[in-house]
């Protein structure tokens, strides 16, 4: 490890304790990541963004927050300091995840789930909107699934696919068309403690079979959704978190059909970042449902 200096002198100013050497993480699709050693012997992880977007990292804090205070449920570094321009977390040394890693995983996912929310919304109530990547996330609280997630996620991120040149006029009908029938498609169920962002690159797979969650766009939403995250882009030994999951807090029946129902979501948010062929992924698993 060297010492990247500016990185180091911000630390510095946060933690009040010296940075003895830097190093780049790789891996993050949105802010720079870098490793600290401090002299207290402690190792820290930095996040950086340049610009900086106001609120993303004390949003990105809170959420981690959140999900840490639940007894015995999903693990989460802790936080060190949250600003507008970088977020410190504890570091996560990182290990090769094991079967019974991922079985542990999922029970501790399912009890963070339990633990419930205060609705569908946002997790802090009077808070205003937060952040999925660098997109603002709708946070305004719904009275059912079914309407959060058609007014709050699906047509606002359609709505920008479209204008962003992501999306066609036909493609963004696709997903009209399922918003029209969500109220038959998704069971109800009270509000659970979403991650928000659970694809494969959020869950570190740590030493000691700690398996941790960092980047969270948290809010209260319905279960399915963090788990149809975990299977869009492969998790390690998926079926065995939600072989473990369901002896915690079974799914309601059907939920393999509906994967791809809250799959849009993360679908629409990658065609508003990427565009490319994502609009069309979009279409053609909004008409498996329309």
Not at 80 to 88: G, I, P, Q, S, W
Not at 125 to 143: C, H, N, R, S, V
Not at 178 to 193: K, N, Q, S, Y
Not at 204 to 220: F, H, K, M, T
Request: overall charge negative.
């Amino acid at each position: 490890m060297t010492r990247q200096p500016s990185a180091a002198r911000r630390a510095e100013e946060l933690l009040g304790s010296a940075v003895m050497a830097t190093a780049p993480v790789a891996g993050g699709d949105v802010a720079t990541a870098t490793k600290l050693r401090m002299s207290n012997g402690t190792t820290a992880l930095m996040k950086t963004l340049s610009p900086a977007v106001p609120g993303l990292f004390p949003a990105e804090a809170a959420g981690l927050r959140w999900l840490g205070e639940v007894e015995d449920g999903v693990s989460v570094p802790q936080v060190l300091a949250a600003e507008d321009d970088c977020l410190v977390l504890e570091w996560v040394e990182p290990a090769r995840g094991t079967v019974e890693d991922a079985a542990g995983f999922g029970r501790a996912l399912a009890r963070t789930h339990a633990a419930g929310a205060p609705g569908f919304g946002g997790f802090d109530e009077g808070a205003g909107d937060t952040f999925i990547a660098t997109l603002p996330m709708p946070q305004k609280p719904a009275g059912s699934w079914a309407e959060f997630y058609a007014v709050r996620r699906l047509l606002p991120y359609a709505k920008l696919a479209r204008d962003r040149g992501a999306m066609d006029a036909a493609e963004t009908r696709a997903v009209e068309d399922v918003v029209r029938r969500l109220t038959t498609l998704v069971p109800e169920e009270p509000p659970a403690r979403l991650h928000g962002d659970l694809w494969n690159g959020n869950v570190l797979w740590g030493a000691e079979g700690r398996v941790a969650v960092v980047d969270p766009a948290a809010y209260g939403g319905h279960r399915e959704v963090d788990l149809a995250m975990l299977a869009l882009f492969g998790l390690p030994h998926l079926p065995r978190v939600l072989e473990a999951y369901h002896e915690v807090t079974p799914l309601a029946d059907g939920w393999e059909d509906r994967v791809g129902l809250h799959q849009l979501f993360p679908l629409l948010v990658h065609a508003c970042l990427f565009g490319g062929g994502d609009g069309a992924r979009v279409a053609d698993v909004a008409q498996r449902y329309a």
